[in-house]
């Protein structure tokens, strides 16, 4: 028997919603009919299933608790009726299953990443091959939840924007939309390089996706004009305007097309504030924002190393996303000796002028510093005993612990762009909604570093 479930369970999955208990008892049942069909042994199903997920708040209005019991007592009364039900397992959402012996119908439960990772310095512990197939998921479940066909995308040829036009052809291809829906721009501006224009440029080739240039230096020189800002002025509202600009254009894009704008944003550059607040900030779904830097180049070096040598690819990478080109690899290797950066700054001689960890410091230490606070709950002092002996003859401990109080000082002055942000996937047990790890904007992270 084909251990690798058929497509037509985890599309049941898609379309399940929050709160619409009838729909979601009937895929549900049609579901177990299916599995006792195809005689499986076992069929996993997470414990909010007849939910449809989390309903926040709405979850104990006394109102839904008795909707939602009516709907599970229906649910349980349809499953007696099935003859050679397979074994039903229900799953706390957050847990990964028992799978009872090789032969079981399917987990469609969304399990989170845990466990630290076997090299202390990278505690988030996600492997590739599990990562991006959840980011995949967790798109094309939003795309089945409103019906939408279309997405925006801007591709700066930088390393997050690379793996989010990545995860949304995953999820174009699983859900077996036209990829001609993927609308790709990329918005040269005052400090792009040829060679990040030219990654963008063969990367979406690669996928056989067409890419339109929107050049914003002139509507950022109007704008300059309009608020009597010298356009040789290089100053914090000098890039902002162009990271402003780019999101303007998308949002209205997304508008014309009737779809979503994908943001690329990652989870260290949330947790740091390192964004545009209403311009890269923003977006309609953000498939990176449960994915640290560290993680994040993993993925993009995983996808690469599977296509240049793709006969040794994991079975993973075939069924969950693209058929890529020898392009595809070429830009992703390119893109990960790339310096991170935003590219707001005019380029020297042709270089990028602008380097993010210059500024704000190494994301592997950071994802170190995220990692210990949220998910161990250590201090100041803890965070930096373990950072000092993970990365002892990488760092000194003056520069480890420089750059600790800069993660706290940003971690919670920049917690108001956080709790704005909008929805994305969660791939670990940590991750930074103001639904899972909530931070008042104006608390002071004084009392946690002392």
Known sequence: MDKKPPKCFLDALLRLR???????????????????????????????????????????????????????????????????????????????????????????????VTEAGPDPRFPFGGRPEEVFPRQVCGLARRLAAIGCKDAVIGLSGGLDSALALLVTVGAFKLL??????????????????????????????????????????????????????????????????????????????????????????????????????????????????????????????????????????????????????SFVAKALLDILETPVSPELLPAKRGKIAQKTEDKVGPYELHDFFLWHFVEEGEDRKQILAAAKKAFKGQYDAKTIAGWLDVFFRRFFSQAFKRNCAPDGVQVFSVYLSPSAWHVPSDMSGAAFQN
């Open 18 to 112: 929050p709160g619409a208990f009838a729909s979601n008892v009937d895929i549900l049942l049609k579901l177990a009919r299916m599995s006792a069909r195809a005689g499986h042994k076992q069929l996993v199903l997470p414990s909010d299933a007849v939910r449809g997920g989390d309903c926040g708040s709405l979850a104990a209005h006394p109102a839904f608790v008795k909707a939602c019991a009516k709907a599970e007592a229906r649910f349980l009364d349809g499953l007696s009726k099935i003859k050679n039900l397979p074994n039903v397992v229900w799953v706390e959402r957050g847990q990964t299953p028992e799978v009872d012996g090789d032969d079981f119908a399917c987990s469609i439960v969304e399990t989170l």
């Open 176 to 325: 077996e939309l036209d990829l001609k829906g993927i609308h790709v721009y990329t918005m040269p501006g005052f400090g792009t390089t040829k060679r990040t224009r030219g990654n963008a440029d063969m990367l979406a080739e690669g996928l056989g996706l067409k890419l339109e240039t929107i050049d914003i230096t002139p509507a950022c020189r109007q704008h300059f004009k309009d608020i009597r800002q010298p356009a040789t002025r290089h100053d914090i509202t000098f890039e902002n305007a162009q990271a402003r600009e780019r999101t303007q254009i998308l949002m209205d894009k997304a508008n014309q097309f009737g779809g979503i704008v994908v943001g690329t944003g990652d989870m260290s550059e949330i947790a740091l504030g390192w964004c545009t607040y209403n311009g890269d900030h923003m977006s309609m779904f953000g498939v990176n924002a449960g994915v640290p830097k560290t993680v994040v180049r993993e993925v993009c070096r995983w996808i690469a190393d599977s296509e240049v040598q793709m006969e040794k690819a994991p079975a993973d990478l075939s069924s969950f996303t693209i058929h890529h080109s």
